[in-house]
């Protein structure tokens, strides 16, 4: 039986022999026989392999099930790994999230201060935001993606920063934090901004006629002709 099964371990193997004893009957069952019968009742023998059968294909559906999620966990990590923004794994254990993970693009964003924090609570982490934990619960209980702008002080490097995150829901009880750093594009917006406000003011006052006039002391301001 052994030999059978090392040979050719896909196909279930059934005994069928005249006389067995009990101890060799367990014996077969564990060398990896899917059963025995006796030529005494030949009945058995072939509801016996179509339960055999029926095992053997389950149990090959399995495997492949379990390759399967195998190999999809090998892309996911790959494709977290990759990702080009800081992003962190929170798990839900009892009733506290708990980073369980944080691909490159984080590590390096927070020069490895994120080490540290492996295993923390949500809770612990934003204890003086609960703006935070509430997107972390909604996030979770409507399983749906949420986006936020925010200011955020990093406890890694201390630094104050404006992020755009979105916290995506990974069933059955993850919620992944994509974490984009758009402070310097908020500087240049709010300069362009400041810039098309100066020249709609500069635009708007040239409208009504209005002008510098230098004197020999000081300048004189001309609106509608009167000086």
């Given at each position: 039986?052994?030999?059978?099964?090392?040979?050719?371990?896909?196909?279930?193997?059934?005994?069928?022999?005249?006389?067995?004893?009990?101890?060799?009957?367990?014996?077969?069952?564990?060398?990896?026989?899917?059963?025995?019968?006796?030529?005494?009742?030949?009945?058995?023998?072939?509801?016996?392999?179509?339960?055999?059968?029926?095992?053997?294909?389950?149990?090959?559906?399995?495997?492949?099930?379990?390759?399967?999620?195998?190999?999809?966990?090998?892309?996911?990590?790959?494709?977290?790994?990759?990702?080009?923004?800081?992003?962190?794994?929170?798990?839900?254990?009892?009733?506290?999230?708990?980073?369980?993970?944080?691909?490159?693009?984080?590590?390096?964003?927070?020069?490895?201060?994120?080490?540290?924090?492996?295993?923390?609570?949500?809770?612990?982490?934003?204890?003086?935001?609960?703006?935070?934990?509430?997107?972390?619960?909604?996030?979770?209980?409507?399983?749906?993606?949420?986006?936020?702008?925010?200011?955020?002080?990093?406890?890694?490097?201390?630094?104050?920063?404006?992020?755009?995150?979105?916290?995506?829901?990974?069933?059955?009880?993850?919620?992944?934090?994509?974490?984009?750093?758009?402070?310097?594009?908020?500087?240049?917006?709010?300069?362009?901004?400041?810039?098309?406000?100066?020249?709609?003011?500069?635009?708007?006052?040239?409208?009504?006629?209005a002008a510098l006039a230098p004197t020999k002391k000081r300048f004189h301001i001309l609106k509608n002709g009167v000086q």
């Amino acid at each position: 039986v052994q030999i059978a099964v090392e040979l050719v371990p896909e196909p279930p193997v059934v005994v069928f022999t005249g006389t067995v004893g009990e101890e060799t009957a367990i014996a077969c069952l564990k060398a990896g026989a899917a059963d025995y019968v006796l030529k005494q009742n030949p009945v058995r023998l072939v509801s016996s392999l179509l339960k055999a059968v029926d095992v053997a294909t389950a149990r090959k559906e399995q495997k492949s099930a379990e390759r399967e999620v195998q190999e999809s966990g090998k892309r996911f990590k790959a494709q977290f790994e990759g990702f080009p923004l800081p992003t962190y794994t929170w798990q839900l254990r009892g009733n506290q999230f708990v980073l369980v993970g944080y691909n490159t693009a984080a590590d390096r964003a927070t020069n490895q201060g994120i080490r540290e924090f492996m295993g923390i609570t949500a809770a612990e982490m934003y204890a003086d935001r609960p703006d935070i934990l509430k997107d972390f619960e909604q996030c979770l209980s409507k399983k749906e993606t949420i986006r936020r702008e925010m200011s955020y002080r990093f406890r890694s490097t201390g630094e104050d920063r404006e992020l755009d995150v979105d916290y995506v829901f990974v069933p059955p009880d993850l919620v992944i934090v994509h974490v984009e750093d758009i402070t310097e594009r908020n500087k240049k917006n709010f300069i362009t901004e400041g810039d098309n406000y100066l020249g709609s003011y500069l635009c708007e006052f040239n409208a009504g006629t209005a002008a510098l006039a230098p004197t020999k002391k000081r300048f004189h301001i001309l609106k509608n002709g009167v000086q």
